[in-house]
């Protein structure tokens, strides 16, 4: 697991030998809570405070930030803080403690904005390289092991010496790889899940579209079979319509062939005149088969 937070140094100076003396007795506490800690094995973030180098005129407010925060009351810490800062805003180690406070309060945006103001306002390599493990620790327990693993590798650059910073970065890199290869193995099955529901998907289609065509092969079986009905009833229709048509023109033949027709007097004349050819054609082989008739009985009486 991860190793605790760095104990911060006390400061050379005071204003005051009993406040100086609080500071030396809270960096002694904090030491032993370190070392506590690195035995439990379970942790990510210990914060600690700096001792405080002040003025006289806010030792007070500075005192009961300390207290406050020993006591676990971390919001009127950060008030306390934040009203020291008022009168000294370039002092380090009150943007330092702040930090810690908001961290306490899982306040991480403003905590890591805190522990970037700290690190402007010191040049010393052991005081970046605290800064760095902090931020490291605050990335470490929101579990975002890449940035955590950057922060501990910087604190490892500002102080190479440092095992614990080795140890959380070791750490945070095991971690992360970890966490990695679960975002791999979570990405693997979002993707299998997803070619599933792209291939159930692409049967459903499938059988939609087969379910279509067949609607639209029984639908055009249903319009060739109405298409040939109606063609029967209007070949039906027409030939009664036929069969009707040449009744109704039989008929008037008939009726045209039993009205007596007109004729030219050209035709009467024509007509009489073949009558009486006839006529007179018919007396003379009558008149023949007499003559004949009355010679053969001439005949027989002689």
Same mark, same amino acid.
């Given at each position: ?85 008022? /009168? ?61 693993? /950057? ?7 500002? /102080? ?140 027989? /009486?002689?």
């Amino acid at each position: 697991m991860l190793a605790a937070n760095k104990r911060g140094k006390v400061s050379e100076q005071g204003t005051t030998a009993r406040f100086f003396k609080e500071c030396v007795n809270s960096a002694a506490n904090v030491t032993a809570m370190v070392k506590m800690r690195l035995r439990s094995l379970f942790h990510y973030v210990f914060i600690f405070l700096l001792p405080l180098t002040l003025l006289s005129a806010d030792i007070n407010d500075a005192r009961k930030a300390n207290q406050a925060y020993e006591s676990g009351n971390y919001e009127k810490a950060e008030s306390l803080y934040r009203q020291a800062l008022r /009168d000294q805003p370039k002092n380090a180690k009150l943007q330092f403690n702040l930090a810690n406070t908001l961290v306490k309060q899982k306040k991480f945006k403003e905590a890591l904005s805190a522990y970037e103001r700290y690190k402007a306002l010191v040049d010393k390599p052991e005081m970046n390289a605290r800064a760095e493990y902090n931020i490291g620790n605050v990335y470490a327990s929101q579990k975002k092991w890449s940035k955590a693993a /950057d922060h501990y590798r910087q604190a490892l650059r500002y /102080d190479p010496t440092d095992p614990e910073a080795k140890h959380n970065y070791e750490y945070a890199k095991q971690q992360q790889k970890q966490q990695q290869k679960k975002q791999n193995q979570n990405k693997n099955q979002q993707n299998n899940q997803q070619n599933k529901n792209n291939k159930q998907k692409q049967q459903q289609n499938q059988q939609n579209n087969q379910q279509k065509q067949n609607q639209n092969k029984q639908q055009q079986q249903q319009n060739k079979q109405s298409q040939n009905q109606k063609q029967k009833q209007n070949q039906s229709q027409n030939s009664q319509q036929q069969q009707s048509q040449q009744k109704k023109g039989d008929q008037q033949q008939q009726k045209q062939q039993a009205r007596p027709q007109k004729m030219s007097k050209a035709e009467a004349k024509k007509i009489l005149q073949a009558l009486s050819n006839d006529e007179k054609s018919l007396l003379r082989r009558f008149r023949k088969q007499q003559s004949s008739s009355n010679k053969s009985n001439n005949e027989k /009486d002689w």
